[in-house]
């Protein structure tokens, strides 16, 4: 990679915003100076903050959208030059923000502001290093979006998580699984630790946590064991499936799962994996999906009248027009990761996958929409987590029974307890995720601070998967490999934590709503759809933004200060139940007893040939060697027989000769023929008893070869048959 670091100079819009506020700072001496930042003079520089922001926030945002519509140089430079000024912006008000003594003052509102504006990010390191992490993040973004994966005998093309999702030739989840993988994690390893060392420089500059929680790892590790039985009955549940389907060739009786054939190109949700799994398969779910699936505008509608029948807000018709729902055909380059903007949706696929995550990122819309007439410093979630929650939370209401047949979607009135396990253990396979969303951010924690070294990512990597999900790579992997970047939100330092948070708190915010709507019976039959209760409740909440602490917004909507996992162990407590009791009455242990990924060694291109560990196409032309050989060897013996014929019936006629003449003398013995055996001269007779010795060893040396190539060539198939 050639990256050439260059900085860019403050745009003149930027410089003249900043003139006007420079004379008025001037003009105070420094023994006033406390006085003059006061609470009255907080609220004017607020309000200055706020009309330059709009624009600058504005211009980066649509600088950032045309790049990752159309990755181009251009765009790209374009982006980078914005978010330098952006920083900029952040930098100078953050560095005046802290002259004030927010303690002293007595409306909230301006504490809160103020305390948010102090957290520049890393916006508080040199321009030239900022620069440089800008275009980092932006090469290891780009080298994400844009990798492809070259199948040996077809086309190169993006990431396609429909081979995951659909296949189950082992064969060819283990390519998609490795191609993608060497795709992406090998261009990425060195650029990783360049951006680690930038963003501790900058954490070590300034950084207030985002959770506003001096306990956050503490309560996560908490919330991660109160999870556990679920994933844990659920692990040992679908092992067992996947040992009886692929056999025990590929799957270890007691060891971990290998993370290939899960159904995701991550095994962060294996609902793909459905079919594989199903509690009582001749009761399977109704495909409520293939209706829509060649309509993914329709679905983008259906996710709408969910919102307005609460009584929300409709997105504008510029969120029609400008959006990209789907992956672009006029040759551009598109970073196409599902997500939402302000406003605008990025493309979707139309998989299985994507069908529930319209309405996850309609639900970020609705959002964005709430929250937009707030000042732009309180323009986000109360935290990240909530925002991820409020769009999760409505699939558990567009996805339930009652919610699917009264939109027509599905045929069945009625579900008994089997279709419910069954249903829920498909909801279940979604939030398989909780600790993947876990380990995520663990291990970009234990990078940032010092704990995994550069020389063993992978290693350690490898060994949180085996810890907390009961992972392993199906084939080895060493430290040239970088497989984190092989998940966007490491390429494109994005925070992991909040999906575990918000994993969490959807359930606590279904749980709450599902109360407001009047609703009696199982949590995961309730579908808040046309309450205006709910919906006013929810209405509230997300307008507040991040304009108060979120311990604060919580308590609004669940009554509670605290995320627990309750609600969500209320939710599948049913399934749960069905699982401990099918684990128990199997004799299963939970967990993967076998603290080892011994079966990588399965999944390689080897050989064994002769004791030695070989490719395939050196195995077979040792294969043809040695057959080649044992035609060799039996022609020798074949020939060998002949002659030892030939003379054994030399051999009797010279007795006969001799028996009838009685007297001979010696000169007429030395006359009789003599025959040669390994070099020396004796009698036909004595060579033919010698060799009649030496067809033996032959023999049996060619029956051994023949067995031998025989015993190969169907280890050999076997092998080819599991790879």
């Known amino acids: 990679m050639n990256l050439e670091w260059t900085c860019h100079g403050p745009s003149l819009f930027v410089l003249l915003c900043y003139g006007q506020l420079l004379p008025w700072l001037m003009t105070v001496d420094d023994q006033n100076l406390d006085k003059f930042y006061n609470e009255t003079m907080a609220k004017v520089f607020l309000q200055f903050y706020e009309h330059t922001a709009q624009v600058v926030w504005n211009q980066f945002m649509e600088a950032t959208w045309n790049y990752v519509t159309n990755i181009t140089k251009k765009n790209q430079e374009e982006m980078l ?11 100078y ?15 909230p509102a301006v504490k809160r502001m103020l305390s948010k504006l102090q957290n520049i990010d890393k916006a508080a ?6 620069w440089e992490y800008n275009e980092l993040l932006a090469y290891m973004e780009t080298t994400y979006s844009m990798a492809q994966m070259c199948l ?4 190169c093309q993006p990431l396609e998580p429909e081979v995951m999702a659909t296949s189950r030739d082992q064969k060819e989840l283990l390519w998609a699984w490795q191609d993608w993988r060497d795709a992406v994690g090998h261009q990425l390893c060195n650029i990783f630790e360049c951006y680690v060392q930038l963003s501790n420089k900058a954490a070590n500059l300034n950084g207030e946590s985002k959770y506003e929680s001096d306990t956050l790892k503490h309560d996560l590790e908490q919330l991660y064991q109160e999870l556990q039985p679920l994933y844990l009955n659920l692990h040992v549940y679908v092992h067992r499936a996947l040992h009886h389907h692929y056999g025990p060739e590929l799957i270890d009786q007691r060891g971990p799962i290998p993370a290939h054939l899960l159904g995701n190109m991550w095994a962060q949700s294996w609902v793909n994996i459905l079919d594989l ?9 109704e495909d409520v999906t293939k209706i829509m699936k060649s309509q993914p505008l329709k679905m983008f509608e259906e996710a709408e009248k ?23 055909t006029d040759g551009r380059d598109v970073e196409c990761h599902a997500s939402a903007w302000d406003f605008y949706k990025k493309c979707t696929e139309v998989t299985i996958e994507d069908l529930l995550s319209i309405f996850h990122q309609m639900g970020h819309i609705q959002y964005f929409l709430q929250y937009k007439n707030l000042s732009v410093i309180f323009l986000a979630g109360a935290n990240p987590a909530f925002e991820e929650a409020m769009g999760s939370m409505v699939t558990l209401s567009a996805s339930s029974h009652k919610h699917l047949l009264n939109r027509g979607l599905l045929s069945h009135q009625h579900q008994d307890s089997e279709e419910e396990v069954n249903f829920l253990m498909g909801i279940a396979l979604e939030i398989a995720f909780i600790p993947f969303a876990y380990l995520m951010d663990l291990f970009r924690w234990k990078v940032f601070d010092g704990t995994i070294q550069e020389n063993v990512y992978n290693q350690e990597w490898r060994n949180l998967r085996l810890k907390y999900q009961g992972l392993c790579p199906p084939i080895p992997r060493t430290e040239d490999d970088f497989d984190p970047g092989a998940k966007f939100h490491i390429s494109a330092s994005v925070p992991y934590i909040w999906y575990f948070i918000s994993l969490v708190l959807q359930f606590q ?6 109360k407001a709507s009047g609703h009696a019976g199982p949590l995961h039959q309730c579908d808040i759809y046309n309450s205006k209760i709910a919906g006013k409740l929810l209405e509230d909440v997300l307008k507040l933004g991040s304009s108060k602490p979120w311990p604060e917004v919580l308590q609004k909507i669940t009554r509670q200060t605290e995320v627990s996992a309750k609600a969500l162990m209320t939710y599948f407590k049913p399934l749960l139940n069905w699982l401990v009791t099918e684990n128990v009455r199997q004799g299963e242990i939970l967990g993967w007893p076998d603290f080892s990924c011994s079966f990588e060694e399965k999944y390689t291109d080897k050989v064994t040939f002769l004791s030695l560990e070989l490719d395939a196409d050196q195995v077979k032309s040792g294969q043809w060697v040695l057959l080649a050989l044992s035609f060799v060897i039996f022609l020798v013996a074949l020939l060998l027989a002949c002659r030892l014929y030939s003379l054994e019936k030399r051999s009797l006629s010279q007795n006969t000769k001799t028996q009838n003449t009685s007297l001979q003398d010696s000169s007429a013995l030395e006359a009789q023929p003599k025959a040669y055996f390994l070099g020396i001269s004796m009698e036909p007779r004595l060579v033919a008893q010698r060799q009649w010795i030496l067809l033996g060893p032959c023999l049996i040396l060619m029956l051994c070869s023949i067995s031998l190539i025989i015993r190969i060539f169907t280890q050999h198939n076997k092998n080819l048959g599991q790879a």
Do not use: Y
């Open 81 to 91: 030059h914005k978010d330098s000024e952006r920083s900029q912006h952040m930098l």
């Open 125 to 130: 390191l040199p321009q030239d290093e900022l």
């Open 509 to 514: 915010f279904h749980e709450a709503l599902c």
């Open 277 to 285: 799994v199903l509690p009582f398969p001749k009761k399977p779910p």
């Open 152 to 155: 040996n005998e077809g086309p």
């Open 306 to 328: 969910f919102f307005t029948h609460l009584g929300l807000l409709s997105t504008p018709p510029n969120f029609w027009k400008t959006s990209v729902m789907e992956r672009p």
């Open 93 to 107: 008000f953050g560095t005046q923000a802290h002259l004030f003594k927010i303690s002293r003052f007595q409306d």
